[in-house]
């Protein structure tokens, strides 16, 4: 995932930037002003945003803005040719990866874009690992959901049966199932498996 999205009015950048980044690998969607890219995009989007701050029509401030009602993960490096302190704070305050001045050196391109996509990747894991604990958890009955409860408070087969007044194997089965539904092989793999997500 090295897609690399290009936002900026004015097409001599776009060409440079846009062929920088094609050098280096990176896939690029370039887009002469806020409203396209924002048509071209969803909240499954991944990858980074190089925003320029000022463009007609939407500016790169505004743009930022409806990409988080978007609920957009896309990772986003303003770039600015006419960048103030006081802008580039409230970018990243606001939640901005980074505010970058024009011209700004390939080498530091480069690097901010690169730093930016291994944050972009983690998201996308961490957001695969919560989708896939929370299939495994609808997976598991009510009558194991009980008893993973149990396990997951430390108790013993024999004190879980006492509690829930069922046979000792039916315990044993339901724990067995509720590792494999979970794919873990011990009680505390599961803690730290829920503990994570």
């Known amino acids: 995932m090295k897609t690399v999205y290009l936002v900026d009015d004015d097409i001599a950048v776009r060409d440079s930037l846009g062929l920088l980044l094609l050098s280096h690998g990176y896939t690029v969607h370039a887009f002469e002003g806020g409203e396209d890219f924002l048509m071209a995009i969803d909240a499954s989007s991944e990858g980074v945003v190089l925003l320029d701050v000022r463009m007609p029509g939407l500016s790169g401030p505004a743009v930022f803005g409806q990409m988080y009602e978007l609920g957009s993960e896309l990772i986003v490096l303003f770039l600015s040719g006419h960048g103030d ?24 391109l480069l690097e901010r874009v690169n730093d930016a996509l291994e944050v972009a990747i983690g ?17 598991i009955t009510p009558r194991e959901r009980e008893v993973m409860d149990w396990i997951l408070q430390g108790k013993l087969n024999k004190q879980i049966a006492d509690e829930m007044q069922i046979a000792i194997r039916t315990v044993e089965v339901h724990r067995a199932n509720v590792f494999a539904k979970m794919g873990v092989r011990s009680a505390l793999d599961l803690a730290q498996l829920l503990k994570g997500s």
């Open 85 to 108: 302190i006081p802008m580039a704070v409230q970018a990243i305050q606001q939640g901005a990866f980074d505010f970058l001045e024009k011209p700004c050196s390939e080498k530091k």
């Open 123 to 139: 998201r996308h894991s961490v957001r695969g690992n919560q989708q896939l604990l929370e299939k495994r958890l609808a997976s």
